[in-house]
């Protein structure tokens, strides 16, 4: 196939000196390329700056013999299953259409979306297991959600291939919090690559590390998609709200991407949204359901909040003390049991709102597979006899959930009351007694039971004492 002088098509506009730096780019992304056998994998995050970065190794390539383009180069979006509708139709738009541009042009690129395992999603860490919403000193969704799925490819790829270089769309000028690692960099081996922090045998290559944001936008208005995009869409997207976007997260030195149009909706780390709020604004009132089940969720910060919606004990059932000021307080365990019921019921409300209002009528806050997986947790963990998941489902959305027939062996309701009852007059807490009949049930009909012992022991070490006990201990 031809290959096109690109550098020499350039847009007049963009004036000598810009157009040198595209050059000087070009030169330097071939160079870096044809150095060694290391395959790519480019962090997209369908953004601004992720957008001109793979944009640039796109005709920085194409204008290579084929003869030369001997490695692959990836290119990797991570969904994880909380990022705005909106911005998750427009990231698969472009990946399909970059995975059929590369195959006509005959180019290295091949682009995959990767995804977090079920057990880690939000809705499953916050539902499931009460994680509490997300802020500054405990952001939790980050590994499970970003950090882990990226890694997870860039791993595979390396027990493949030996090596592989990552290359992220980060700049000096909005990434403070990096900015040390980038002016170090010619210590190491290859001037332009720096050792990834974190993952053994992959490195690091930021092209646009020193473009200014007008260089960026200048870029992106002049020079079209090569893949068929529209950079006019991605204007839009960013008008009128002050924003950054949402890079690859591959470790915990990037920051959290709340407030961005390519970040996650969900996110409680800030305080305000105001790019859903722009977007919500600008026409967008369908998603309105997502802003209002957010800012509710900040408000579970909220010191006086927390004594009604989290458990007194940790997950490990232990009741545990920091000293503040000369006294002990109560460090809160997960949401209650109750309260993820109702965190459940607002979500499947807003997932219902926005099918009725919104673009998609099959559009998806949480999936079946969360569902189930919520469900299981809840049976076994939380002694949930009643299987209350299906039926605040079918309440909500008036549809019957796909349950698998015959896969709870556990007792019901009547039984639960009955233990109710029973424990109330003998005063001995209902929950250990149905984590010790759980604990039994979970090895009946195991040939070797010796395991029964450990659970029994752990379930016999809980606190067992109640709330009240509890915080009458914790004032005193």
Request: proline content about 5%; aromatic content about 10%; hydrophobic content about 35%.
């Amino acid at each position: 196939m031809k290959r096109v002088n690109i550098i020499a098509n350039f847009n007049k506009d963009l004036g000598e000196d810009f157009s040198k730096i595209i050059s000087d780019l070009y030169s330097l992304i071939q160079r870096v390329y044809l150095a060694d056998n290391r395959p790519w994998v480019i962090g997209y995050s369908g953004g601004k700056d992720s957008t001109v970065t793979l944009q640039t190794i796109w005709y920085a390539l194409s204008t290579l013999p084929i003869g030369k383009l001997t490695k692959p180069v990836y290119i990797v979006s991570s969904d994880t299953f909380v990022e705005t509708p909106v911005i998750v139709k427009y990231i698969d738009r472009n990946i399909d259409k970059v995975n059929k541009a590369a195959e006509k042009a005959e180019l290295p690129f091949e682009a995959h979306k990767v995804t977090p395992l079920i057990e880690n999603t939000f809705w499953v860490n916050m539902i499931g297991r009460g994680y509490p919403a997300p802020y500054s000193r405990f952001r939790w969704c980050t590994d499970r959600l970003k950090i882990e799925p990226a890694n997870r490819f860039i791993t595979e790829k390396v027990a493949i291939y030996g090596e592989v270089i990552v290359v992220l769309g980060a700049r000096k000028e909005e990434s403070s919090r990096r900015a040390g690692s980038m002016k170090n960099r010619n210590k190491n081996v290859r001037e332009h690559l720096f050792r990834h922090s974190t993952l053994p045998n992959a490195w690091v290559f930021t092209p646009i590390e020193d473009w200014y944001t007008d260089e960026v936008w200048k870029y992106l208005i002049a020079i079209e998609s090569p893949w068929g995009a529209d950079n006019q869409e991605l204007v839009a997207m960013y008008k009128n709200a002050q924003e950054g976007e949402c890079p690859l997260v591959i470790d915990k030195t990037t920051p959290p991407c709340g407030n961005s149009r390519f970040g996650c909706w969900t996110c409680t780390v800030v305080e305000k949204d105001t790019s859903m709020e722009s977007m919500i604004q600008s026409g967008e009132d369908w998603m309105k359901p997502l802003l209002d089940l957010r800012d509710w969720l900040v408000t579970t910060q909220n010191p006086k909040i927390k004594k009604k919606i989290r458990n007194f004990r940790r997950r490990s059932g232990k009741v545990q003390y920091k000293e503040m000021n000369g006294s002990m307080k109560l460090i809160w365990g997960p949401f209650t049991f109750s309260f993820r019921k109702e965190i459940l019921q607002r979500l499947l409300e807003a997932q219902q709102s926005i099918q009725k209002n919104g673009p998609n009528s099959d559009e998806k806050l949480i999936s079946e597979d969360e569902l189930m997986k919520i469900r299981q947790l809840w049976l076994f963990e939380e002694g949930d006899w009643q299987d209350s998941l299906p039926q605040i489902y079918e309440r909500i959305t008036g549809k019957k959930l796909n349950v698998p027939k015959d896969d709870w062996a556990g007792m019901g309701g009547l039984e639960l009351r009955i233990l109710q009852e029973v424990c109330e007059k003998q005063n001995v807490p209902v929950g250990l007694l149905t984590e010790l009949f759980d604990a039994q049930r979970r090895q009946h009909g195991m040939s070797r039971r010796s395991a029964i012992y450990n659970d029994i022991d752990t379930i016999l070490k809980k606190d067992w004492r109640t709330r009240e006990e509890v915080f009458a201990e914790s004032q005193n």
